[in-house]
């Protein structure tokens, strides 16, 4: 496939029914358009970009899911991958791929591009010639998860015996640093005016960088910020640290079940696991099989 002269499909996925992200912003369209690509931009109501934006660099629209019947040529740009489906993928797709580390159905995922010819260009794993990945979201995933950790900690204060309702996407960052700050403030009437004590392992890369900026946007603290990175964890585990932090917000990359027992003891009655097990169980229903009991070094527990 050659880039320099293959149209462009630009495509958040239509079975990505959960994000309203997209892979391309219409500055970079634009940037694609004038570097001489064919750029076709995907119809959307539920996206941070309006169809209007892409309109007026000059993007082509296009209804939602046509990306299909695209020409074989075409490359197809999400974000995230595909639903769960056994058709074969003729296309060249950059998207994270979430398939790599033996995530459930990882092998049904990649025999789809086997049997229809495809490639998957997958954006977690593309790197330059040192190693260094070329696309990193890593700071805004830190950023997002340390907001929906706190909202969750503020809600679970406030109002225990509820369940957290769903967190609809903010207008921007300023309105979400508001309205976690405001539900830290409500939170704080019910724990003797305490904040959260957060834990953040990892916090000298991109994503441990992202979480602690926002909670000191949001207003945490920097005294009650954990920042543990290498020379923290050098000794090894597990780290009852964990479960005594209000917080425990995890940016590093765990391989397999060893390498997560080696930082949580699963065997501590008191300890996270248990509750985090609890509360999963509560909420959600029974455990995934790969939180449960061993599995084949190498392969990553989805914790």
């Given at each position: ?15 990505d ?34 169809d ?6 000059g ?5 939602t ?10 490359i197809?740009?999400?974000l ?10 003729h ?33 977690e ?22 907001a929906?950790a ?14 957290l309702?769903s967190?609809?996407?903010?207008p921007?960052a ?27 392992m990892?916090?000298?890369?991109r ?24 020379a ?13 932090a ?29 509750r985090?097990?609890?509360v ?5 229903g029974?455990?995934?099989a790969?939180m ?6 190498g ?5």
């Amino acid at each position: 496939m050659a880039f320099d002269d293959s149209p462009v499909w630009v495509n958040i996925m239509t079975e990505d029914l959960f994000r309203s992200g997209h892979a391309v912003s219409p500055t970079t369209a634009k940037a694609l358009l004038d570097a001489g690509y064919v750029v076709n931009a995907k119809r959307s109501s539920g996206r941070v970009f309006g169809d209007e934006e892409f309109e007026a660099v000059g993007a082509t629209p296009v209804p939602t899911g046509s990306w299909v019947n695209a020409p074989k040529d075409h490359i197809i740009v999400g974000l995230k991958e595909l639903l769960e489906s056994d058709a074969p993928l003729h296309h060249s797709h950059v998207q994270f791929g979430h398939c790599y580390k033996y995530q459930e159905n990882w092998d049904r995922y990649l025999s789809r591009f086997a049997r229809g010819g495809g490639t998957l260009y997958n954006i977690e794993f593309l790197t330059d010639n040192s190693g260094r990945r070329v696309s990193a979201f890593g700071y805004y995933a830190g950023y997002a998860g340390a907001a929906v950790a706190l909202l969750a900690w503020a809600h679970q204060v406030a109002q225990p015996t509820t369940p957290l309702p769903s967190i609809s996407t903010p207008p921007s960052a300023t309105a979400l640093e508001a309205a976690v700050n405001a539900s830290l403030t409500s939170a704080l009437l019910h724990n003797d005016n305490k904040h959260p004590r957060v834990l953040i392992m990892g916090a000298l890369g991109r994503c441990g960088t992202g979480a602690i900026d926002f909670c000191i946007a949001a207003g945490i603290p920097t005294s009650n910020l954990l920042k543990w990175d290498m020379a923290e964890t050098a000794a090894g585990g597990p780290f009852p640290e964990i479960a005594a932090a209000d917080i425990f917000i995890n940016c590093v990359y765990l391989l397999n079940s060893r390498e997560v027992k080696s930082v949580l003891d699963r065997r501590d009655e008191e300890g996270v696991w248990v509750r985090a097990e609890k509360v999963f169980r509560d909420k959600v229903g029974e455990l995934p099989a790969s939180m449960v009991g061993e599995q084949d070094e190498g392969h990553q527990s989805e914790v």
